[in-house]
């Protein structure tokens, strides 16, 4: 029996799984949840171990979980089915948490973009997922990480960071806080809309990676929308830019030599053409606007928690050398830099989607 099924076994058990449990063992490349494989005699399960250090209220992250799902499997939408625990519980609750999900059985992911269609068809999927959600009452649900998409609050974050800069390492990134200090007044917009009413509250997943989507294996064809942990209200912007930030560059994440690094402005509109052809009868005018601002914005944000963290000693992102979070930062400015530039191609091919 392996160390797995010696580990895990009594706890596969406790959720009403049909058959008996023959295998367990790791799956996926997640880094939040521990991910187990769990095989049975009759079918098979995904089970995974909460990280109840980054998601500190397991009861609430549930209920976003099962409030969605249901409001998705009442539409016939294909989505994460939830397995109760043989106490009729949604998850295990205890020292250690648990769920249990069916396995979604002949998909596959992508871990990056392999090419424009495989992207459109990804802004697709996602977009169906905001209009499938549309009708939800995005203030139900429960913000799983408090301020996740703030950027005026992880600016703050970051100016603290900068003030204390317990490492030593502020004079070693004079270029990339002087870049971040000097675009202050551009972080305001998105939270701003969302209170005084001209940006909608939607239901937002809020990690529209690739690799969230499982697509068919012999179609290529989106079939559910997957890792609904940061599921909260937000805004569309959040979404499409976090895509974007993602899928829309020409190097991995943590690639040193910036001359490989560019925003690509036709991955950008076929992930464009695939999000707003979805979206197109419930986006608004204003969301329209901003959408190029929501890439930008995502990608500013994300290189400033990054350099956040290099400040503060590497506390929060996992690194594998010691400027790993500067790399990382630099890539991100790189990519908002050429996006702010870029703002008028961006708009004009978001126009042309949806006229």
Same mark, same amino acid.
């Given at each position: 029996? =392996?160390?797995?099924?010696?580990?895990? %076994?009594?706890?596969?058990?406790?959720?009403?799984?049909?058959?008996?449990?023959?295998?367990?063992? *790791?799956?996926?490349?997640?880094?939040?949840?521990?991910?187990?494989?769990? @095989?049975?005699?009759?079918?098979?399960?995904?089970?995974?171990?909460?990280? @109840?250090?980054? +998601? &500190?209220?397991?009861? =609430?992250?549930?209920?976003?979980? /099962?409030?969605?799902?249901? #409001?998705?499997?009442?539409?016939?939408?294909? &989505?994460?089915?939830?397995?109760? !625990?043989?106490?009729?519980? /949604?998850?295990?609750?205890?020292?250690? /948490?648990?769920?249990?999900?069916? +396995?979604?059985?002949?998909?596959?992911?992508?871990?990056?973009?392999?090419?424009?269609?495989?992207? %459109?068809?990804?802004?697709?999927? +996602?977009?169906?997922?905001?209009?499938?959600?549309?009708?939800?009452?995005?203030?139900?649900?429960? $913000? @799983?990480?408090?301020?996740?998409?703030?950027? *005026? %609050?992880?600016?703050?974050?970051?100016?603290?960071?900068?003030?204390?800069?317990?490492?030593?390492?502020?004079?070693?990134?004079?270029?990339?806080?002087?870049?971040?200090?000097? #675009?202050?007044?551009?972080?305001?917009?998105?939270? $701003?809309?969302?209170?005084?009413?001209?940006? *909608?509250?939607?239901?937002? #997943?809020?990690?529209?990676?690739?690799?969230?989507?499982?697509?068919?294996?012999?179609?290529?064809?989106?079939?559910?929308?997957?890792?609904?942990?940061?599921?909260?209200?937000?805004?569309?912007?959040?979404?499409?830019?976090?895509?974007?930030?993602?899928?829309?560059? &020409?190097?991995?994440?943590?690639? %040193?030599?910036?001359?490989?690094?560019?925003?690509?402005?036709?991955?950008?509109?076929?992930?464009?053409?695939?999000?707003?052809?979805?979206?197109?009868?419930?986006? &608004?005018?204003?969301?329209?606007?901003?959408? *190029?601002?929501?890439?930008?914005?995502?990608?500013?944000?994300?290189?400033?928690?990054?350099?956040?963290?290099?400040?503060?000693?590497?506390?929060? +992102?996992?690194?594998?050398?010691?400027? #790993?979070?500067?790399?990382?930062?630099? !890539?991100?400015?790189?990519?908002?830099?050429?996006?702010? =530039?870029?703002?008028?191609?961006?708009? $004009?091919?978001?126009?042309?989607?949806?006229?």
């Amino acid at each position: 029996m =392996s160390k797995y099924m010696n580990e895990y %076994k009594n706890v596969a058990e406790q959720f009403c799984l049909v058959g008996d449990v023959v295998d367990i063992c *790791p799956y996926g490349e997640g880094h939040i949840n521990l991910t187990l494989l769990v @095989t049975t005699t009759e079918k098979r399960y995904i089970m995974q171990k909460m990280n @109840t250090r980054v +998601f &500190t209220d397991p009861d =609430s992250l549930m209920a976003n979980i /099962c409030g969605v799902t249901e #409001h998705l499997k009442a539409r016939g939408i294909e &989505t994460l089915n939830v397995i109760p !625990t043989k106490e009729g519980a /949604c998850f295990l609750k205890g020292e250690d /948490c648990y769920r249990v999900y069916d +396995f979604i059985e002949n998909t596959v992911t992508y871990q990056t973009v392999t090419d424009k269609e495989v992207f %459109k068809n990804s802004g697709k999927a +996602f977009g169906e997922f905001q209009n499938y959600l549309a009708e939800f009452d995005a203030s139900k649900l429960t $913000e @799983t990480i408090k301020r996740f998409h703030d950027t *005026p %609050k992880r600016f703050a974050d970051f100016k603290a960071a900068l003030e204390a800069d317990v490492m030593g390492r502020a004079k070693d990134c004079q270029e990339e806080i002087a870049f971040v200090l000097s #675009h202050e007044n551009t972080y305001g917009i998105a939270m $701003e809309g969302l209170k005084d009413g001209s940006l *909608p509250l939607r239901v937002t #997943h809020n990690d529209t990676k690739l690799n969230n989507i499982l697509m068919d294996a012999e179609t290529g064809k989106a079939r559910a929308v997957i890792d609904l942990d940061t599921i909260m209200p937000g805004s569309m912007l959040f979404d499409f830019g976090d895509s974007i930030r993602f899928g829309a560059s &020409t190097a991995a994440e943590d690639e %040193k030599d910036l001359n490989k690094v560019h925003f690509d402005i036709n991955l950008f509109k076929a992930y464009a053409e695939g999000y707003c052809g979805a979206v197109r009868d419930s986006i &608004t005018k204003r969301e329209a606007e901003l959408l *190029p601002y929501g890439s930008y914005l995502m990608t500013i944000e994300c290189g400033m928690r990054f350099l956040a963290d290099y400040l503060a000693g590497d506390t929060y +992102f996992a690194t594998k050398y010691a400027d #790993h979070n500067l790399v990382r930062c630099r !890539t991100q400015i790189r990519l908002a830099s050429e996006m702010e =530039s870029q703002f008028t191609q961006m708009s $004009e091919i978001i126009q042309e989607i949806l006229k």
